[in-house]
């Protein structure tokens, strides 16, 4: 698993934790506002807090590029993470299986890019040539 990969992973369980109710805005007015002391955390919860806000402003960017992805590379994207998540091959693309790898790692090299140009990803990030990546 490479740098994009984990990067992708982190959007992938940051969306699962959003579940919206109907009839209700994602984030309320008044909630956004409020902050719990943390006079009662070690450094170790701090730092956990401060982990969860980058995740949360990454992912809060890859949204929409992973948005603008044809459906094609959506489906490679999703079913790629969902495996990552799984820790193991569970998920089978349900559309186009026999190009899943070649898909997502077309995906990849759409994506690079621009998490480079938006500072999401180290500009020293090398996407493996398809014969490296298997394809």
Do not use: C
């Not at 994602?26 to 070690?42: E, K, L």
């Not at 890019?113 to 493996?128: C, E, F, T, V």
Request: charged share 25%; hydrophobic share 40%; proline share 5%.
């Amino acid at each position: 698993m490479d740098r994009i990969d984990e990067i992708l992973l982190d959007w992938h369980e940051w969306q699962l934790g959003y579940e919206p109710v109907r009839g209700y805005p994602s984030d309320s007015v008044f909630g956004q506002a409020y902050r719990s002391s943390r006079q009662w955390m070690d450094l170790g919860d701090i730092n956990e807090e401060v982990e969860r806000w980058i995740i949360e402003g990454h992912s809060r960017a890859i949204d929409p590029l992973v948005a603008g992805l044809d459906l094609r590379l959506r489906i490679a994207v999703n079913t790629a993470v969902r495996n990552f998540h799984a820790g193991a091959d569970i998920w089978t693309n349900p559309r186009w299986p026999l190009t899943q790898n070649a898909d997502y790692e077309r995906a990849k090299k759409i994506l690079a890019p621009i998490m480079i140009a938006r500072g999401l990803l180290d500009s020293s990030y090398m996407i493996p040539s398809s014969r490296e990546a298997g394809g």
